[in-house]
């Protein structure tokens, strides 16, 4: 076993603090990693409050790891010691079923090992990234581009194959118009994604505040939805929508936007059900689809995407010993766009 340090939430609700805890030791496929940036992602906070209903305590949260591969498995071909290597949401799946063998591990019928607060067959708690290392099997270690910085590569672990997934799925390309709902960590990833693909993006936003960062950021339009003229205006005008905001709101406002036929998807996980009418689907076709993350050969192909158009998040990099005060901060929106933790100050 190996020991190691992390910061972890002992119980729902309780401040994130110093914690020590033992990672398995290297098996034959096995890769350690010496973890050196661990980014934020909303569902970390969820998760730590238990707002989802299906955490385990105590919880080293983190699924946005970076790190430099300090040790390999005997029968790992891969990767070697000294590879700046990723893992990102999961760190296990059943290989087996029909979702696996085709590159769709997050929607593994036997059940996705998260990379946190999941149990894997022996009955271990799994431990994320908010920590000094981490052992996973090679099949779900992720290659970084040398051409993406550590920092600005960690949240592309989560809010980028989240919002590059759906982006790809349904096409989403040039001559579209899509609609990127919320800027925030997931959604100034998806602006950037998006105008990368020849896409002309809107973002819709509650914050007047946000408009000069969209138009930085790729936007061709932007839109305050709190103005009532702005969802009369924008009627059928969207062929895609991406809605990536986790708190509760209206689906059928923005479900009105769509063209015939259009799509909208959601990526967002707020905490309580949002009532959809069916007027908003029916009266022009429309469809309300979901999506979540990314298998693991996709979110390689995001990673070399993302470094061939030079695309990293906007970070905000912390000590670990801020990630309370980081949390609040999420929840208030004010961050640019993501904070990921240095994890040479853990130690």
Request: aromatic share 8%.
């Amino acid at each position: 076993m190996l020991a190691t340090k992390g910061y972890a939430a002992l119980t729902a609700n309780a401040a994130l603090q110093p914690f020590s805890f033992e990672r398995r030791a290297v098996g034959e496929r096995d890769i350690r990693i010496e973890i050196t940036h661990c980014g934020i992602c909303h569902s970390d906070i969820h998760q730590a409050r238990n707002e989802w209903g299906i955490s385990l305590f105590p919880m080293v949260p983190g699924h946005e790891i970076i790190g430099t591969v300090a040790q390999v498995g005997a029968a790992v071909t891969a990767f070697k010691v000294g590879d700046r290597a990723g893992v990102g949401c999961f760190v296990d799946s059943c290989r087996t079923c029909t979702a696996c063998r085709e590159g769709l591990e997050q929607y593994c019928d036997g059940g996705t090992l998260w990379t946190y607060s999941g149990q894997d067959t022996a009955g271990q708690v799994t431990q994320g990234g908010y920590s000094t290392q981490i052992v996973v099997d090679e099949h779900y270690v992720l290659r970084i581009p040398s051409a993406l910085s550590p920092a600005g590569a960690a949240p592309l672990l989560c809010a980028g194959i989240t919002t590059y997934s759906p982006l790809r799925q349904w096409g989403v390309g040039k001559y579209h118009k899509l609609a990127v709902v919320g800027l925030g960590g997931l959604g100034h990833m998806a602006v950037k994604i998006a105008k990368a693909m020849g896409t002309e993006v809107t973002v819709l936003s509650t914050s007047e505040k946000k408009r000069e960062d969209a138009k930085r950021l790729g936007a061709a339009n932007f839109a305050v939805t709190s103005h009532p003229e702005t969802l009369s205006k924008l009627q059928g005008y969207f062929h895609f929508i991406l809605d990536t905001v986790s708190a509760p709101h209206d689906y059928n406002a923005y479900l009105n936007l769509l063209r015939t036929d259009g799509t909208m998807i959601l990526v967002g996980a707020p905490e309580t059900p949002t009532p959809v009418e069916a007027f908003s689907l029916i009266s022009k076709r429309r469809r309300l689809a979901g999506s979540l993350i990314g298998g693991i050969k996709e979110t390689q192909q995001m990673l070399d995407f993302c470094a061939t158009h030079k695309i990293e998040s906007d970070v905000e990099v912390i000590p670990i010993q801020q990630v309370n005060e980081a949390y609040e901060r999420v929840l208030k929106s004010d961050v640019r766009y993501r904070f990921v933790i240095d994890m040479a100050s853990l130690k």
